[in-house]
């Protein structure tokens, strides 16, 4: 079966397919209401993202994946679940941040249990790099939140080390409850440790 043929009519609406792929998103066409926007990058099978759109209907929630399979699942729980203010775009990450989101105007980007890459030669494949931190910036607005989580011990510490080159982020203090996305809900079966860490973006020190 073709394209997105699969789809019921409900579930064809929640998929945002972008007219173009260098033009900037228009969250008003994505979501029909102004209100602040949330990104789940790498959000798999929208647990959290469903949860969390659940638990504020007075923001918006944009889930960005790559796999087929996986958007295609999120349409039907968000179909089923009649959230009006979550949609999805299957696309790649960094393209999206980096290309597709306009300047200034994301409120948070949730980056949970992004791919590892543990095997040093495949370093270069993950997510964080200074330029993926940079789009982020660019991306986010000022007071804006990068909520990141990882079980993996060393692609933490490289994440640490990269956020000290960057004065526009600083450490977001505030006690904050998130929902479990199904990834975490594993590991919390087997009591594997994850760090998490949240940022707002701040002035850049002069
Ligand atoms: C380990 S899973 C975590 C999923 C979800 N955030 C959770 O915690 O349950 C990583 C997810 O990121 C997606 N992903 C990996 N690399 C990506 C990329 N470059 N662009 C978009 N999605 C990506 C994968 O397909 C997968 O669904």
């Known amino acids: 079966m073709g394209g997105r043929a699969y789809l019921q009519q409900d579930e064809a609406a929640i998929e945002f397919v972008p007219g173009s792929i260098v033009e900037q998103l228009n969250f008003r066409e994505i979501f029909g209401q102004d209100a602040p926007v949330e990104v789940d990058l790498g959000c798999g099978d929208g647990t959290f993202l469903v949860a969390m759109g659940a638990q504020n209907p007075d ?14 699942g999120v349409c039907r729980t968000i179909a089923r679940s009649h959230l009006g203010n979550v949609r999805i775009l299957q696309m790649e990450n960094s393209y999206a941040v980096a290309h597709l989101l306009p300047a200034s105007t994301i409120s948070a980007f949730h980056v949970l249990f992004p791919d590892p890459w543990p095997k040093r030669r495949h370093h270069r494949r993950r997510l964080f790099t200074i330029e993926f931190f940079d789009a982020i910036d660019r991306a ?26 960057k004065p526009s982020f600083s450490i977001f203090e505030e006690a904050t409850k998130f929902p479990m996305t199904a990834f975490e809900q594993k590991l919390a079966v087997n009591g ?8 707002r973006k701040v002035s850049p020190v002069r």
């Open 59 to 72: 923001r918006n929630f944009l889930g960005i994946e790559r796999l087929l399979g996986r958007v295609r």
């Open 140 to 165: 986010l607005e000022w007071n804006g939140l990068l909520h990141l989580a990882t079980d993996d011990a060393d692609y933490f510490r490289s994440i640490c080390e990269m956020i000290r080159t």
């Open 192 to 199: 594997a440790p994850i760090q998490r860490l949240l940022l």
